[in-house]
């Protein structure tokens, strides 16, 4: 798992991880008043309601890191909900905004969770591709990754890569470059489309739901030496185990959507070399 092996290798050439308590490397957004911290500050439980949902995001931002957390997502009849971890920038002006997404859509029980990825680059996005987890995410924790780096972008799950979109010169600015972005997670109704498509209405008789989030990892992939900077450009290797995993689990790529791109051709990534 050439790629895997590439990933580890940023973690422990680039700068050390930040490593502290969750409590004190994040702030919320929202919701501060109905989720709480426990396990001495380092484990978040995130609370949704039928009035309000909460979020968070990170203190720190960067140009190019890999964010590491742990999530464990809500239970049961989860329909309608709406767990997230992303990456952000501060700006929000239309053609100025970036972001990288992982949103975990719930469903109902003993049905399994959906991940919608998407990445946007100045405030343009329609880049999604979807994938059924082949674990049960509510049981335990497990660890969601996005690598950022001038050369890619990857999205892990446990350290097995699940999907790769490269920068390439073709693509003109279809890659964020100019602007930090920090990491965010948040919890949220989103029953008019989370599950299959909006048919499936959160049951809020199940609330309060519960989303966990612990051990934020930032190793920031910063241009120390020469040795860093040549790593952060390295094109990411082929692996099996990144192949295995869009065999058997990718459920929607756009790259893939010829009736979506009809009219306008496919988006000039899904075509480069």
Known sequence: MALVAAAMLLMTTAAPAAVALLKDDIEFMWGPDHSFFYD?????ALCLEKTHGSGFRSKGTYLYARYDIDVKLVANN????VTTVYLTTDDVRPGYHDEVDMEFLGNVTGEPYTLHTNIFVDSVGNREQQFRLWFDPTKDFHTYSVEWTPKHIIFLIDGTPIRVYKHESSRGGTFPTQRHMRLDGSLWNADDWATQGGRV????THAPFYAYYRNLRVTPCA???STVVALCSDEPPASAALQKVREQHLLYDYCEDQNRFKDTGLPKECTAD
């Open 78 to 81: 989860s329909a309608g909900t």
């Open 223 to 225: 241009p120390s030496s």
């Open 40 to 44: 001495d500050g380092n484990t978040l």
């Open 201 to 204: 209405k959160t049951d809020w």
